[in-house]
Every structure is written in C-alpha cells, then in structure tokens.
C-alpha cells in the first residue's frame, strides 16, 4: 500500500492514458447500445496479453507490435530512471513502449537507451530494437477528455505527429 501511496500521481496518470487509448479504440461503439456483446468488448482483460507475467504487455489489434504502457518518468533524473525500465524491458522486450516524456524514436536493446537508431520504420523492427511512443499526442489534462485523439492517427502511426 506504501507504493500505491508513494506513486500516486503516476498511477492515476497511467491510467488515464490507458482508458484514453481504449476509449480512442472503441469510439464506434458510443453510438451503439451497450448491450452484454459490447460489454464484453470493453472488458479491459481483451486488452492484455495473457502469455506475458512480468509486465503489463498489451494488444490493441492483431496488427500492432507487442507493446507496454508505462507511467511518466517525471523531469528529474531521466537518465536514471530509463536506464532502470531498459533492464526491466530487456526481459520481455515488448516492441513498443508508450511512455510520457521527452524520449522518443527508436532504440536497440543493445545499446545505450540515449542513442536513437536512425532509419528504422515500425515495419521493420526486430526482436532487439523497440519503439517509443511519447504520448504527447494523447490529451488527458482537465478539459481535455471530451477531445477524441484518433489514435490511429497518432500513436498507431509509423509516423509521430510532432515530427
């Protein structure tokens, strides 16, 4: 309980990002009854991978990269703290990462975390490289909820919208 008081903030701010997303995905289906079909739809288990047990791994559709949504790292000690989830990640090496913050582009799960691999499109990625997404395209501060962020646009694009 001690963690969940100590990391407050940054729980509060993983989940939001992660219904966002959900909700982003799911937007055909606001018009819809929500009959027990859609129910179902929503149930977010439909989202995580199953076969992972040391993260949080998740599947949006059978088309995207395994991928893992992670809290913000905040602006102190960035450095540290991505080299602290890097070894983390190493285990599993999810294929995409959507992680607040300035990092972005992608990266080897051999090499320094702060040296981008220049080149690479997501089509192409192996099993030692991976893909950080920045999130800044996803809006999740106050008034910003009823703004639909067309996910397949952004942060399910090759491309990020900031560049």
């Not at 903030?9 to 993983?14: G, P, Q, R, S």
């Not at 079909?37 to 929503?42: A, F, M, R, T, Y």
């Not at 999130?135 to 399910?156: A, P, Q, R, Y």
Request: glycine residues 4%.
């Amino acid at each position: 309980m001690t963690i969940v008081k100590e990391h407050r903030a940054e729980l509060e701010d993983y989940l939001c990002f992660l219904w966002k997303i959900l909700f982003d995905v799911n937007q055909d289906l606001v018009e819809k009854e929500f009959n027990k079909k859609i129910k179902e739809i929503l149930r977010i288990e439909n989202y995580i991978d199953k076969s992972e047990n040391k993260i949080i791994q998740l599947n949006f559709n059978s088309n995207a990269p395994t991928a893992v949504l992670l809290s913000g790292i905040g602006d102190s000690r960035q450095g540290e703290k991505m080299r602290n989830i890097l070894s983390r990640m190493r285990v599993s090496k999810p294929e995409l990462w959507y992680l607040c913050g300035k990092n972005k582009g992608y990266f080897s799960y051999a090499q320094n975390i702060s040296e981008i691999m220049q080149g690479l499109n997501v089509a192409s990625i192996a099993q030692e490289t991976f893909k950080i997404e920045c999130m800044n395209c996803i809006k999740v501060d106050l008034g910003e909820w009823s703004k639909i962020d067309e996910c397949n646009d952004t942060i399910f694009s090759e491309k990020c919208v900031e560049d």
